[in-house]
Structures are given as C-alpha cells and as structure tokens.
T-cell receptor, first 115, second 115 residues
Framework: ETGVTQTPRHLVMGMTNKKSLKCEQH?????MYWYKQSAKKPLELMFV???????ENNSVPSRFSPECPNSSHLFLHLHTLQPEDSALYLC??????????????FGPGTRLTVL | AQKVTQAQTEISVVEKEDVTLDCVYE???????LFWYKQPPSGELVFLIR????DEQNEISGRYSWNFQKSTSSFNFTITASQVVDSAVYFC????????????WGAGTKLIIKP
C-alpha cells in the first residue's frame, strides 16, 4: 500500500449505530488530519494529530471521537450520528504539523450516509 | 482574516481547449503558502502544487501552469490542451500565520471536459 488509505470507502449507518472509520498513512509522516466535506461547503477541518497528540478540535460534536494510536493510524469513531453528518470524510497526513511548509496528502475518503 | 475565492463554480470546455481556473486570496501575512488540489470523481484530493509567497515565478508542469501575482493576490491555474481526464473539482487553498495550522480552502471549481 502506498500513500494514504481509508476504509471503508462507503458506509451506511443508522442513527443508533456505532461505527469507526480507519485511516492509515504509509508516508512516514508525523501529522494526521480528519476533514469533513459536505456538498456545496468548503472542506471543514475536524481534528489534527501531531505525533499522536491531538492539537486541534474544531468545535466538533462529541458524537465524533478521534483516536490516534500511533503516527501511522487514525480512527474516527462514530456514534448516534444525525442525517446531516452524511458527507465525505477525508483523512490527510503531512510530514510535520507545520502548515506553512508542509503539504497535506489525502486519502480517497469514506462516503458516509446516515439514515 | 484569510480567505480564498474561486469565483468560477463550474467550467465546461471541449477537449483540447485551454482553460484557466481563477483563485484570489486575502491575507495579512507576508509569509504564506498557496496550494492547488484536484479532486476527481473518485474523491481523493490530489496535491498539484505548493507555492510560497516569496516565489512569484510562474510554474509549468507538463500541460499545467500556474500564474502567481501578488499584486492582484491571485494564483491562477491553466490547463493547456485539456483532456477528458482533467475533469474534476479543483481547489485552491492558502495557509499562513493568521490561520495557524489550518488550510483555508476555496469552494472549488468543477471542471468538465467534453470529448
């Protein structure tokens, strides 16, 4: 595997379900990101991890819970979601947590539908 | 505050035509970076270019070229001899001290290349 991978690619869940999104980067990077991309909206940064520590939580509802067990893996745990949470969830990584100099590389995303 | 404007919501051209995607930004920083990403229908955001604020030289990469003009706060992207595979949504983004570590994204321009 190369680059940034995400599983599953598609997910349909009910509002009472609990599911997790997985992201893995094979680039040796130290920072990882979760973004939400909704139709007709700019990308929204949700969480940032640098060296496995969370450095940003952009006012994301608690029904989204990130986990970064090591610098290569990032999870997004989902529970009691709402239909408006349906979106494309993108994971990205960068060498370090320095936006001025670091380029973020993205995975293919997980298309989430909440019924 | 920082802002990125991509005024063209959608552009449609016939294959082999040249096409320019506009990007206008606002920032008070003197040091900042500008990015272009491509998002094909598969969903993955593909990094195209990063340019720092001190380098105003135009860049060419194959059929792609970028025109950075600080005087007009623009970072436009031109595809020469467009191909159907160029069809995608293209995003311009900005990062600088004002945004801390967050990329400020434009709304994207959907490019349709007709055969």
């Amino acid at each position: 595997e190369t680059g940034v991978t995400q599983t599953p690619r598609h997910l349909v869940m009910g509002m009472t379900n609990k599911k997790s999104l997985k992201c893995e980067q094979h680039l040796g990077h130290n920072a990882m990101y979760w973004y939400k991309q909704s139709a007709k909206k700019p990308l929204e940064l949700m969480f940032v991890y640098s060296l496995e520590e969370r450095v940003e939580n952009n006012s994301v509802p608690s029904r989204f819970s990130p986990e970064c067990p090591n610098s290569s893996h990032l999870f997004l745990h989902l529970h009691t979601l709402q239909p408006e949470d349906s979106a494309l969830y993108l994971c990205a990584s960068s060498q370090d947590h320095s936006p001025l100099t670091d380029t973020q590389y993205f995975g293919p995303g997980t298309r989430l539908t909440v019924l | 505050a920082q802002k990125v404007t991509q005024a063209q919501t959608e552009i449609s051209v016939v294959e082999k035509e040249d096409v320019t995607l506009d990007c206008v930004y606002e920032t008070r920083d003197t040091t900042y970076y500008l990015f272009w990403y491509k998002q094909p229908p598969s969903g993955e955001l593909v990094f195209l270019i990063r340019r720092n604020s001190f380098d105003e030289q135009n860049e060419i990469s194959g059929r792609y070229s970028w025109n950075f003009q600080k005087s007009t706060s623009s970072f436009n992207f031109t595809i020469t001899a467009s191909q159907v595979v160029d069809s995608a949504v293209y995003f311009c983004a900005l990062s600088g001290g004002d945004s801390n570590y967050q990329l400020i994204w434009g709304a994207g321009t959907k490019l349709i290349i007709k055969p």
